[in-house]
């Protein structure tokens, strides 16, 4: 069994896309994903399953969260070990410490366009914010210097640089979902 974590793209957000919680793990239920539970509101939803195609099990919850909820929601599913390499992969890892809030993550459901990475370098270059893409070119971390409430990088605004939908997460709520993965799987060995 692997351990996951879908990261739902804007759920409860200014009063769109809600959907509550115990209705999202019972859809996860439904599937045949085990262990389901959720953390805040936002559309984190941690379980396991023997399925080992991360694709394939992503557009299966997406079909039926539109099937569910008659709304799409895009989803970035990762492993408990992926999201355990976007954690220790971190650029920004002295301002985390000082103020994690500023610090966002964002995942993105698809593959990023070429030219990507040029955009993402002018965005970088007319603000305060810093940016790096994973090495995998699976995640951007985003570091918000004055906050993300007054920054025009909006995750709109990102999502039209890379070509691909994201859903962003900010540092605190990985570091969390991190522990409750690991907790998850030294509890399913012990």
């Known amino acids: 069994m692997t351990s996951y974590v879908a990261f739902f793209r804007a759920l409860n957000v ?22 389901v ?3 805040i509101q936002t559309g984190n939803v941690l379980f396991t399953s023997a399925e080992g195609d991360v694709s394939s099990l992503a557009r299966q919850i997406e079909g039926r969260f539109l099937q569910e909820f008659g709304f799409a929601s895009r989803v970035a599913l990762r492993r408990a070990a992926d999201l ?15 103020a994690p809030e500023r610090l966002v993550v964002l995942f993105l459901v698809a593959t990023l366009l070429p030219e990507a ?13 810093q940016l790096q893409l994973s090495a995998h070119g699976q995640e951007l971390y985003v570091w918000y210097a ?3 409430g ?15 939908p994201a859903t962003g997460r900010n540092w ?18 012990a």
């Open 14 to 35: 200014g009063g769109h896309g809600v959907v509550s919680m115990p209705a999202l793990r019972t859809m996860h239920e439904a599937l045949g994903l085990q262990a």
């Open 37 to 39: 539970s959720t953390y």
């Open 117 to 129: 990475t040029t955009a993402l370098q002018r965005l970088a270059a007319a603000g305060p914010e």
């Open 172 to 189: 605190k709520t990985l570091l969390q979902i991190g522990q409750l993965l690991r907790q998850r799987q030294e509890g399913e060995w």
């Open 150 to 164: 007054r920054s025009k990088l909006t995750t709109l605004a990102l999502e039209r640089a890379l070509g691909c």
């Open 84 to 98: 355990e390499e976007t954690i220790r992969a971190n650029p920004f890892l002295q301002e985390a410490e000082q």
């Open 146 to 148: 004055h906050g993300i």
